[in-house]
């Protein structure tokens, strides 16, 4: 029996062929800005992260400071919960990595080689959790103990340009909201006007099934099927689509944000996570308009 | 088989589709249920198939109550029941096999019996040679046998022809006729629902004659006369 609803429900489907390529390509376009919405979320949450990636306090000792009274300090910071990690750089490390990052400019490195005493202080960098740490670890800095033995502290929290993504962020979610329902709204209403116009082109089948005795659930289901059927189908034109797709738009993401990110395989990684539940979501959509489309043209 | 107990049936307030109707069928019997248009004819046969209630009164098909039938059981109710229409309501682009093996598979019958019975059904309407047919290579007459085999496909204990006749010529009418007698002779119950005066009165069986919705005349062996 259940063979039979498929099959009906596949003649439905190639019996109204070009009604199916619309509310297919119609579903395609709903899931399509569902997805770019989810790829937009994906990059500009990936932004923020990797801005905050580079949120880290230096602190530079005073150069009579023995080595002893850095290692307790760092040990000290390294016990605190809400630090993640601290980073001894001691002055010849400091002065290796000065040189190695201005080795193409030969005036300040003949600077630097000229001065009798290497010019670069002790240096701990400490990185929190997460960003609200910060002020408590600043604060904790300041006391007496530590402020003695510090020369200076360096802490730039990107907040502007952290607040900016996240508003971009905030705003494309919201006209992602809105397009979401606008497309989910046509494609139900377009659901509901295949399923009126397949049950208008079935009529006689339906009318005949009626009379000889098949059950509600067996003249209603291949309805309900076929629904799935535009589901699935756009579900795998949306992927066919999107991986490709993805794979061009990739690098010219990586390259406008600087950073380093594999979006394909985040996708592969939510494969199910995503297109599934685009997927239920359809399918669900689907069933709805569907039933109340076979309840209103559908009457036993 | 068939009662109808004080049935009345009415559309809105004041349009009368049947009055006071009681009249009993038993089994194996074949009824004429004649008159004019606008009779009460069909409201009978959507009465008979629960397509519609009664305002009043009850109905009952082989004991069973179907008044106000819920709509979970009218396909049980309908496969017990062989309908054929005016309008032979074939799938064109279906083989005779297919449309008549059509009724059997939306029901839930399995492969093997479906291959097994048709073609029995269809040697009952005399088209065993035609299998692979489609509708509009048949005549009127043997479509209506594919309608007749099809409604055959659940063995029905009675068979409902509502005017089967109707637009075919009179040496098609006759087998038709004819086909529907013999299925009444293997022990099937036949209301022939029809206003063709000659049909029914060559017959010489029960005749019913509705008139406004009322029972004028329920005669054995009766003629239909206007």
Redesign the interface.
């Known amino acids: 029996?259940f063979f039979?609803i498929i099959k009906f429900a596949f003649q439905n489907f190639y019996r109204n062929f070009w009604l199916a390529i619309v509310t297919v390509t119609m579903l395609v376009v709903a899931l399509f800005s569902v997805s770019t919405l989810i790829t937009l979320n994906v990059v500009l949450d990936q932004a923020v992260k990797s801005v905050e990636d580079k949120i880290d306090v230096s602190i530079y000792f005073k150069k009579d400071i023995e080595e002893a009274k850095i290692l307790a300090a760092k040990v000290e910071l390294s016990n605190l919960p809400e630090v993640e990690k601290v980073t001894l750089i001691n002055q010849e490390e400091a002065s290796l990595l000065f040189k190695e990052y201005h080795k193409e400019d030969e005036v300040i490195l003949s600077s630097v080689d000229s001065l009798d005493e290497n010019p670069f202080s002790n240096l701990l960098i400490v990185k929190a959790y997460n960003m609200e740490d910060y002020s408590g670890i600043l604060k904790m800095l300041d006391k007496k103990e530590y402020s003695s033995l510090i020369e200076k502290k360096d802490f730039d929290d990107h907040k502007a340009v952290i607040s900016k993504i996240t508003l971009i962020k905030d705003r494309i979610k919201k006209i992602g909201y809105i397009i979401i329902a606008i497309f989910s709204f046509i494609a139900a209403l377009i659901v509901f006007n295949t399923v009126r116009i397949t049950i208008y082109t079935h009529r006689?089948?339906i009318?005949?099934?009626?009379?000889?005795?098949?059950?509600?659930w067996?003249?209603r289901a291949p309805f309900l099927f076929e629904e799935v059927f535009y589901a699935l189908a756009s579900c795998l034109i949306l992927i066919s689509i999107f991986y490709p797709l993805l794979s061009f738009l990739e690098p010219h993401f990586n390259y406008f944000l600087e950073y380093d990110f594999d979006l394909i395989s985040y996708f592969k990684n939510n494969f199910f996570y995503i297109f599934g539940a685009q997927f239920l979501a359809v399918a669900f959509i689907n069933s709805i308009s569907s039933f109340i489309a076979m309840k209103k043209y559908l009457k036993? | 088989m068939v009662k109808f107990e004080n049935v009345n049936k009415t559309y809105g307030e004041d349009i009368v589709g049947l009055k006071d109707i009681n009249l009993h069928i038993k089994p194996k019997e074949f009824v004429s249920i004649v008159g004019q248009s606008g009779a009460g004819k069909s409201t009978m046969v959507k009465l008979l198939i629960a397509e519609e209630q009664a305002t009043e009164g009850k109905v009952i098909i082989g004991g069973w109550d179907i008044t106000h039938l819920r709509k979970s059981r009218k396909p049980i109710l309908r496969r017990q029941i062989g309908v054929v229409f005016q309008d032979f309501k074939l799938l064109p682009q279906k083989t005779v096999f297919e449309n008549v093996a059509f009724a059997a598979e939306v029901c839930g019958e399995k492969r093997k019996r479906i291959k097994e019975i048709v073609p029995k059904v269809l040697e009952i309407v005399g088209l065993e040679d035609k299998l692979d047919r489609y509708p509009k290579q048949l005549s009127g007459g043997e479509r209506q046998r594919v309608v007749i085999a099809r409604s055959l496909i659940h063995r029905p204990k009675l068979l409902i022809a509502d005017e089967p006749t109707g637009n075919l010529d009179s040496l098609n009418t006759k087998e038709i006729i004819d086909l529907l007698l013999r299925i009444n002779n293997f022990g099937t119950t036949v209301i022939l629902v029809t206003h063709n005066k000659d049909v029914v009165n060559s017959l010489r069986k029960r005749v019913i004659v509705l008139s406004e919705g009322k029972i004028s005349s329920d005669k054995e062996r009766g003629r239909y006369v206007i």
């Open positions: 029996m039979r006689n089948e009318t005949i099934m009626r009379l000889v005795g098949a059950t509600n067996f003249i036993a």
